[in-house]
């Protein structure tokens, strides 16, 4: 190999390594390293269930937070990229629906439910990837619906995790329930838009 092929190898591998490890993408992978502990939390034999409510909650609103962190690092500190473009709505995805089996399987959340949220980020996640190979994923820009869907759901879930009496007497078990039913029937609705917004151009493709 010429002196020019390795300098050009350290480069790219310098290059791929910031972008895989830079303290944005790092935020970005700590939602999904964040999964198997909240989970484990709830496996934790030395702990009463209302402190692996506890810790399971504040952990899910530390990793939760890392969402808007990640972005503003990355603009702040002029690290964007394609990777963590790529990588940042799969780990929201990935903590929200690990999240809400969890909560299934507590039996604080019904499973429709889940099927709901999890059966729209597998549809809309592929219609996306199909709109981006044929050139129009402007039909599918993140719209208020789905922004407002992820708020609820981002309220719901530690609500749900929690599952006590907050000060003021905020029952934070049947306020989550409601709350994550309103996420489910935000879940359709955004996915019913974005499949509308996409369809001139699904019809165009199908003739």
Not at 81 to 89: I, Q
Not at 105 to 130: K, T, Y
Not at 156 to 183: C, E, N
């Amino acid at each position: 190999m010429g002196a020019t092929a390795r300098t050009t190898s350290v480069r790219w591998t310098a290059h791929n390594s910031a972008m895989f490890f830079n303290l944005p993408t790092l935020l970005t992978w700590a939602r999904i390293v964040a999964i198997p502990l909240i989970v484990g939390v709830f496996y934790w034999q030395g702990l009463d269930m209302a402190t692996r409510n506890l810790v399971a909650t504040v952990m899910f609103i530390l990793f939760a937070a890392t969402d808007w962190a990640d972005g503003y690092l990355a603009r702040r500190l002029n690290q964007t990229s394609a990777f963590g473009a790529f990588l940042d709505p799969v780990a929201d995805k990935f903590l929200v629906c690990a999240s809400v089996l969890v909560l299934v399987h507590l039996d604080r959340a019904d499973v429709f439910v889940a099927l709901i949220i999890i059966g729209r980020e597998i549809a809309i996640s592929s219609l996306r990837e199909w709109m981006a190979i044929i050139g129009a994923t402007r039909s599918v820009a993140v719209h208020m619906v789905g922004k407002l869907k992820t708020m609820v759901q981002m309220v719901a879930i530690p609500f749900l995790l929690y599952d006590g009496i907050l000060p003021g007497g905020i029952d934070t078990a049947r306020w989550g329930v409601w709350l994550i039913w309103l996420s489910a029937v935000l879940t359709v609705w955004s996915m019913v838009y974005y499949l509308r917004k996409a369809l001139p151009d699904i019809r165009a493709r199908s003739h």
